[in-house]
C-alpha cells in the first residue's frame, strides 16, 4: 500500500498532468537516474505542488508568469496544459502574460503568448471570444 505521500504525488500529477502526451519532465529525469527522479519528484510534486497554501489554480499562475519571464517555453506549454487542468481560464492565463511584459519585456510576453496560443489551439479552445 502507497504511504500518504505517494498517493498525494499521484493525485496531484494527475490533477496537474493528466491529458499532456509529451514527455514530462520526471519522465526526463527517469531516463538518466531513476533514483533521483523519484527524490526529485517528491519535492517537486510531493511537497511543492501539494501545499494547500496556494490554491491549485493561483499556484499555476505564478508557474506560467515565472516561465513566461525567464523563456522557459517547453516548461511553460506543461504549466499551461496544467492551468487549464485545474480550473484557469484561457483569460486569466494570458493576462498573467501580459502581467510579466511590464517587468520582464515584451519579447519574452510574446514568446509567452505564441505558447500559449498554441496549447489553446491543440484543445480546441482558440479563438478567444472577445469581450
Known sequence: ??????????????????????????????SFDKN?????SRF???DMYARDVLPKTTRQLVAIAALSATGKQDELKLH??????????????????????VYAGFPAMNNALLTLRGVLEEN??????QK
Open 80 to 101: 499551461i496544459h496544467a492551468a487549464l487542468n485545474v480550473g484557469c481560464t484561457p483569460q486569466e492565463i494570458s493576462e498573467s502574460i501580459f502581467q510579466i511584459g
Open 44 to 46: 517537486v510534486v510531493g
Open 1 to 30: 500500500m502507497p504511504d500518504d505521500k505517494t498517493k498525494k504525488i499521484k493525485d496531484t500529477t494527475a490533477a496537474l498532468f493528466s491529458g499532456y502526451t509529451e514527455e514530462k519532465p520526471y519522465e526526463l529525469w527517469l
Open 36 to 40: 533521483l527522479a523519484k527524490e526529485m
Open 124 to 129: 480546441g479552445l482558440w479563438p478567444l471570444e
